[in-house]
């Protein structure tokens, strides 16, 4: 069943649309002036991407993968993540570790790991949900890409978009 809104019923002054048109210009004034003389804090027109905005503690950018200090992938492949992600970004193709490998306590790695940045809505439930801190949202907003493909992000991005992230626990160091 399609809604229909109805057209407002202007006055005769809104009619005239000048009024509305110098509003706004006395904004758009108001502002340029302030930029001219006024402080520097004040400024609204920030100069992209040459300057950046300061984005607050906590801000949710895109989802990346870490390693351990010691340079070990801290995902083990539980694949929580993959399960609680409301749009289904996250894909996991979990591997076996080696019996010879220095983790193989560690049992499980992901093979494959891909997040769909075209579906990911920066939840961070993630985040969240991850036992070992192995997936985190970083300060990354300024995604962009040329093709859809671009934007699929890999196991080897991830890793290097997260970077290393310190952990203190060490729980899958060899005893
Ligand atoms: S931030 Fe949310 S939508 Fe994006 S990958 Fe994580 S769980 Fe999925
Ligand atoms: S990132 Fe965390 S929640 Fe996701 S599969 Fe790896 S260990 Fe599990």
Same mark, same amino acid.
């Given at each position: 069943?399609?809604?229909?809104?109805?057209?407002?019923?202007?006055?005769?002054?809104?009619?005239?649309?000048?009024?509305?048109?110098?509003?706004?210009?006395?904004?758009?004034?108001?502002?340029?002036?302030?930029?001219?003389?006024?402080?520097?804090?004040?400024?609204?027109?920030?100069?992209?991407?040459?300057?950046?905005?300061?984005?607050?503690?906590?801000?949710?950018?895109? +989802?990346?993968?870490?390693?351990?200090?010691?340079?070990?992938?801290?995902?083990?492949?539980?694949?929580? =993540?993959?399960?609680?992600?409301?749009?289904?970004?996250?894909?996991?193709?979990?591997?076996?570790? +080696?019996?010879?490998?220095?983790?193989?306590?560690?049992?499980?790695?992901?093979?494959?790991?891909?997040?769909?940045?075209?579906? =990911?809505?920066?939840?961070?439930? =993630?985040?969240?949900? =991850?036992?070992?801190?192995?997936?985190?949202?970083?300060?990354?907003?300024?995604?962009?890409?040329?093709?859809?493909?671009?934007?699929?992000?890999?196991?080897?991005?991830?890793?290097?978009?997260?970077?290393?992230?310190?952990?203190?626990?060490?729980?899958?160091?060899?005893?």
């Amino acid at each position: 069943m399609p809604l229909v809104v109805p057209r407002p019923n202007l006055t005769w002054w809104e009619k005239l649309y000048l009024p509305a048109f110098w509003k706004g210009f006395l904004v758009t004034a108001r502002h340029f002036v302030r930029m001219l003389f006024g402080r520097r804090d004040r400024r609204v027109v920030l100069e992209y991407p040459e300057q950046k905005r300061v984005l607050k503690k906590g801000y949710r950018g895109a +989802p990346t993968l870490v390693r351990d200090q010691d340079g070990r992938e801290k995902c083990v492949s539980c694949q929580l =993540c993959e399960f609680i992600c409301p749009p289904r970004a996250i894909k996991i193709w979990p591997e076996e570790i +080696p019996a010879n490998d220095l983790h193989a306590k560690v049992e499980k790695r992901p093979l494959r790991f891909e997040i769909d940045m075209l579906r =990911c809505i920066y939840c961070q439930l =993630c985040e969240e949900v =991850c036992p070992e801190m192995a997936i985190f949202l970083r300060d990354d907003y300024s995604l962009t890409g040329t093709s859809r493909a671009e934007l699929l992000h890999d196991k080897e991005k991830l890793l290097e978009m997260g970077g290393v992230m310190q952990d203190g626990i060490l729980k899958w160091n060899k005893k």
